[in-house]
């Protein structure tokens, strides 16, 4: 079983509909949860961290994280086609050195 | 300025050839990282620097020589490479190792050996 697990898609939505990114994971020592797109051939660019549990929001992207779960999402508000891209989540903590530990990453395509 | 920069941003070289990846930051962070990406994969950690010192080696091949000239650049030397490196090449810092505020990436450097 992998640390963290994440559905590789692709994810296929509309514009304008409402996406749910999601990862799970094992490790319970696991503190710092961050949310990544990269486009194709580009660096990974980070969207969203979050320390502990609980939301954050920036703009249409709301991260959440349930600890007790061991689960993250990553919601899109009026999802635009730009917003095609691979979404990659990462995380760390104390076990793992504070090096980041990551899911597949999930490739998502907004359709006009 | 909140970019980490990287060079070349593709590069063909031979199995026998000699090359060096670059990267520059001028942030301030004092963590640096070199990446390996291939397609449809997540990136694999091959080496961080703390403070301009090697802290992990990610049991890479000695055909990749990682260097550290100074708090704002990053080195990756290529020698006697196979086709099986070929992979997108990422450079990634941060404030500290310990400090998970986030990674700052670069845009790569996509090599292929041949």
């Known amino acids: 079983q992998k640390e963290v697990e994440q559905d590789p898609g692709p994810l296929s939505v509309p514009e304008g509909a409402i996406v749910s990114l999601n990862c799970t994971y094992s490790n319970s020592a696991f503190q710092y949860f961050m949310w990544y797109r990269q486009y194709s051939r580009k660096g990974p660019e980070l969207l969203m961290y979050t320390y502990s549990s609980g939301n954050k929001e920036d703009g249409r992207f709301t991260a959440q994280v349930d600890k007790s779960s061991k689960y993250i999402s990553l919601f899109i508000r009026d999802s635009q086609p730009s917003d095609s891209a691979t979404y990659l989540c990462a995380m760390s903590g104390f076990d793992s050195n504070y090096q980041l530990i990551w899911g597949a990453g999930t490739k998502l395509i907004i359709k006009p | 300025d909140t970019e980490v920069t990287q060079t070349p941003k593709h590069l063909v070289m031979g199995m026998t050839n000699k090359k060096s990846l670059k990267c520059e930051q001028h942030m301030g962070h004092r963590a640096m990282y070199w990446y390996k990406q291939k397609a449809k994969k997540p990136p694999e950690l091959m080496f961080v620097y703390s403070y301009e010192k090697l802290s992990i080696n990610e049991s890479v091949p000695s055909r990749f020589s990682p260097e550290c000239p100074n708090s704002s650049l990053l080195n990756l030397h290529l020698h006697a490479l196979q086709p099986e490196d070929s992979a997108l090449y990422l450079c990634?810092?941060?404030?500290?190792?310990?400090?998970?505020?986030?990674?700052?990436f670069g845009s790569g450097t996509r090599l292929t050996v041949v």
């Open positions: 990634a810092s941060s404030h500290q190792t310990g400090n998970n505020y986030g990674y700052t």
